[in-house]
């Protein structure tokens, strides 16, 4: 294994302390209690979010917490859900008193710990509600999942709902808006090499030096099927036709989210972003917002997903609002 | 070879005819003669800012085009400098009357092309001056270069020389300010892996499973040595070591750029960030601002750069005037 660490044991809190050093304008990270909250505390009456789940896909989450998007989140071990106790520690520190949302992936391990979270918060007198995020269309059940696994779609529910929140939306309003943007999006992954977690040090599954896995998971679970690769236009109207076959479009407009699992140079990623918008405008659909870039990550695997959010005005408005993160930063 | 590409010699266009389709907000390529400029041409009287090199470094250069830094980027083919022409139809394109700044890479290819590139602008009445990048302490000579090879300092060169353009700058303001950031940043770094180009369809250079290449340049050059690969904290210190080596800064303060190559995890680069504050500490270096990601890459190869600037109050202010360009974002 070739990684730049000191060992596997320190390797996620030293790069959460680096993180925390390198973005101290934004974030604050609670290295004992192991959340990440925004630098200044929420003010009195928001309502706030809080997301979280293993680590290994940097910038999710951590790099989503600042004005217009999180107000925390909780890292687990690589791969690893966060233990119910980070989750009630950031729940507590960031209530303002208005509800604090959950936002969770759909794999069984958050969805518990966050469950459980959820009902030692309200014991504390603190309103939770949860939005589930399961975006992932290759496969029914996975290895860590029953039902669609969550992906992509995790970047824009925290965006949207996060931007209705900062401009004083209600629970409900909160809740509502993100619970909207997970139903009307849909991903697809595909991997061309495995990652390699720093505890086990050797690459998580086995691929032929031709081979694609065909509806990959962001920890390597098995999709579809494995097959030989094929040029991207091939793979990319596969990808978007899957997509389109789970989403039903709200409208003509959607927001294409083309991200790279994390070895894949941004070079692929456009060219790839240049064959869904051919796909897709052949489909009767505009893609009429983007994001391009590895902001859901799968440590070192070579690959990408395509997520697609079937957009509306609304839904338009609170993805154009400010925001100010680490990983995202527009229009303020 | 395993791509998420069509085929090789498509590959460079139709990235870049992606890159144009998700930033149309912000710029426009010019697929005919190979340049990116701004969506909106620049106000007469303004200097402007022209840089360019061999594709396969995204986002440098095109992903910095845009308000408070590039007005225009040439990309050359993978790892090879862009010819003449499309360096002078930029320099056409974006000249506003009070000349353009062409920002260089040094390496032997892109340096005789600019310059014939700004003769022949000359010789059109535009007068345009070049700040030289060399930042790159690892070798002396190298495969590409004579003298030290440009690689991290381009980004904060064109940051601030684009800061004082956009506020009205003059060229001799720019250029002086250009020359000073490049005169005043170091860097060094480490491959991991090889990167693979699309023409070749295997990798640049054979390194062992255990290996590192330490002072490795961004085409996958060689550097001081091939060793072993050892922990995080000793990597860091001896990068940070011949940096400074040939750094005389100009105060305590620094701005810290940890970039990675292409195929390192996020939280590998924060690690080392954190390293890194650790050994400037020691060498009464206060990191006061910082930069980490993903933005001086060679293609898919695992490893990283550290670039240090030494900062003063000017270069400071130009630094956290507002950005606008597809990769780098803030303040407006």
Redesign the interface.
């Known amino acids: 294994m070739?990684?730049?660490?000191?060992?596997p044991d320190s390797?996620?809190l030293?790069?959460?302390?680096?993180?925390g050093?390198?973005h101290a304008d934004l974030v604050r990270v609670d290295l004992d209690q192991r959340f990440i909250v925004r630098s200044e505390p929420p003010k009195p009456g928001k309502v706030t979010l809080v997301s979280g789940g293993g680590?290994?896909h940097?910038?999710l989450h951590g790099?989503f917490v600042g004005y217009g998007m999180l107000d925390a989140a909780c890292p687990g071990e690589v791969f690893t859900s966060p233990t119910p106790d980070p989750i009630v520690a950031a729940t507590q520190a960031v209530n303002a008193g208005a509800g604090v949302v959950h936002i969770v992936k759909n794999y069984t391990g958050d969805v518990m710990n966050f469950q459980i979270a959820a009902e030692l918060a309200a014991d504390e007198g603190i309103q939770v509600e949860t939005v589930l995020v399961d975006d992932d269309v290759a496969v029914e059940d996975s290895l860590y999942t029953a039902g669609r696994r969550g992906t992509g779609a995790a970047v824009l529910v925290e965006k949207i709902a996060g931007a209705c929140a900062e401009a004083g939306g209600t629970l409900a309003d909160v809740v509502t808006v993100g619970k909207r943007v997970a139903a009307q999006s849909r991903s697809f992954g595909?991997a061309?090499?495995s990652c390699t977690t720093p505890a086990a040090g050797r690459p998580t599954f086995e691929i032929g030096?031709?081979?694609?896995e065909f509806g990959v998971g962001i920890h390597g679970e098995p999709g579809r099927r494995r097959e030989t690769?094929r040029?991207?236009?091939e793979?990319v109207r596969e990808m978007a036709d899957a997509i389109l076959a789970d989403l039903n479009p709200a409208g003509p407009r959607a927001l294409a989210f083309v991200n790279g699992l994390?070895?894949?140079?941004?070079?692929?990623?456009?060219?790839?972003?240049?064959?869904l918008?051919q796909v897709l405008d052949g489909r009767g659909i505009e893609i009429v917002r983007?994001l391009?870039g590895?902001y859901v990550?799968s440590?070192?695997m070579?690959?990408?997903s395509i997520t697609l959010l079937s957009l509306d005005d609304e839904l338009l408005a609170w993805w154009d609002a400010p925001v100010?993160t680490p990983a995202l930063?527009?229009g303020?």
């Open positions: 070739k990684k730049l660490i000191n060992d390797y996620l030293q790069g959460l302390r680096g993180f050093r390198a680590s290994g940097e910038p790099g595909v061309l090499t030096p031709d081979e694609m690769i040029p991207a236009s793979i994390g070895g894949t140079p941004l070079g692929e990623l456009y060219l790839v972003y240049d064959e918008v983007s391009v590895s990550t440590l070192d070579a690959g990408a100010q930063r527009w303020r």
